[in-house]
C-alpha cells in the first residue's frame, strides 16, 4: 500500500491538472462553438440566397414564358402584315388598271360621296317636285360618271380597308414587339441575378467548409483533452479510494490513543480520590466518562461466560 504523504502528493499534482485541463477545456468548447456558430452564421446565409436564387428562377421563367408566347402573337402579326399588305399592292394594281382601262373625269369617291348625300337629301327633305326632278337628273348624270369607274372604286375601297387594317395590325405588332423587349430585359436581369448570387454561394460554401474544418479539429482537441480528463478523475478517484483505507486506520489508531489517555487521567483522578484531593472540571469529566464506560452492558458472548462461572 501507498504511502499516504504520496497519495496526497498525487492528489494535489492531479487536482493541479484536473483544473488547468477544466480551463482548457472550457476554452477549447468556447472556440468550438464559435467555429460552429461561424459556420451556422455561413450556412444561413447560403440558404437565405438559395430561396434568392429560386425566387428570381420563377420571375425568369414567368418571364421567359411570356417572351415565347409574345413572340408567337408578333409573328401572327407580322404574318397578317405581309398578306394585308399583299391586298394592298394588288389593290394598288387593280386602281391604276381601271384608271388606265377608262376615261375617268374626277374623283369618283367624291362624285359617289356626293350622290349618296343628293339621295339622302331627296328622302329627308321635303323637296317641290321641280327641285326634286332637277336633283335626279344630276344624280343619273354622275351615276353615267360612276359608271367607268365602278373597278377603280371598288380598287379604292380595298386600298381603304387594307391601309386601315395595315395601321391597326402594325400598331398592335409594335406593342407586342416592346412587350417582348420588356419581358426579355426582366428575364436577362433575373438571370444576371442568379449568376451573381451563385457565384457568392460559391464564395460563401468556401468559407463554410473552412469553418466546418476549423469545428471539426477544435473538437478533436476538445475530446482529446475531454478524454484527459476522464483519465485524470478515475485516477483521483482511485487515489481517493486509497486514501479512505488510510483513514480508517488512522480513526482506530485515534481510538486506541484516545482510550490510553483516559486510563492514564482515571488512574489520576482514582488516587485525587483517595488522597482526598480536590476535583477539577476536567477531572470530573474523566470520571463520569469512566463510570458511563463502566456501566456499559457487555457483548453477549460474554454475558454467557459469567453465567457459565
Do not use: C, W
Not at 1 to 21: E, F, Y
Amino acid at each position: 500500500m501507498a504511502d499516504v504523504k504520496d497519495l496526497l502528493n498525487q492528489l494535489s499534482n492531479i487536482r493541479k491538472d484536473i483544473t488547468g485541463l477544466r480551463e482548457q477545456l472550457n476554452q477549447l468548447n468556447d472556440k468550438k462553438e464559435g467555429v460552429f456558430e461561424e459556420k451556422d452564421t455561413f450556412s444561413k446565409k447560403i440558404n437565405s440566397i438559395i430561396s434568392e436564387i429560386k425566387q428570381f428562377k420563377r420571375e425568369r421563367d414567368d418571364f421567359t414564358r411570356k417572351v415565347r408566347s409574345l413572340k408567337e402573337e408578333r409573328k401572327q402579326l407580322n404574318d397578317q402584315l405581309k398578306i394585308l399588305s399583299e391586298e394592298l399592292r394588288l389593290a394598288l394594281e387593280k386602281k391604276d388598271q381601271a384608271k388606265g382601262n377608262n376615261d375617268i373625269k374626277g374623283n369618283p369617291g367624291l362624285i359617289k360621296k356626293k350622290i349618296e348625300e343628293m339621295e339622302y337629301k331627296i328622302e329627308t327633305e321635303g323637296m317641290s317636285f321641280e327641285n326634286e326632278k332637277k336633283t335626279m337628273v344630276k344624280i343619273n348624270e354622275m351615276k353615267k360618271q360612276l359608271e367607268g369607274a365602278k373597278d377603280f372604286i371598288e380598287a379604292a375601297e380595298k386600298i381603304r380597308n387594307a391601309k386601315n387594317k395595315i395601321r391597326d395590325v402594325r400598331k398592335q405588332a409594335n406593342s407586342v414587339h416592346r412587350a417582348v423587349q420588356d419581358d426579355a430585359k426582366n428575364s436577362q436581369d433575373r438571370h444576371e441575378k442568379i449568376l451573381a448570387l451563385s457565384k457568392q454561394i460559391d464564395d460563401l460554401k468556401v468559407s463554410e467548409k473552412d469553418s466546418f474544418d476549423k469545428f471539426i479539429t477544435s473538437k478533436e482537441d476538445f475530446n482529446k483533452v475531454n478524454d484527459a480528463l476522464k483519465e485524470k478523475l478515475v485516477l483521483m478517484n482511485q487515489i481517493n479510494e486509497e486514501l479512505k483505507k488510510h483513514n480508517i486506520k488512522s480513526k482506530e489508531e485515534k481510538k486506541e490513543r484516545e482510550t490510553k489517555t483516559l486510563e492514564e487521567k482515571s488512574k489520576q483522578v482514582d488516587e485525587k480520590i483517595k488522597g482526598r484531593k480536590k476535583l477539577t472540571t476536567e477531572d470530573l469529566l474523566v470520571f463520569q466518562k469512566t463510570m458511563s464506560d463502566e456501566e456499559e452492558p457487555l457483548p453477549k458472548e460474554e454475558k454467557d461466560d459469567d453465567d457459565s462461572e
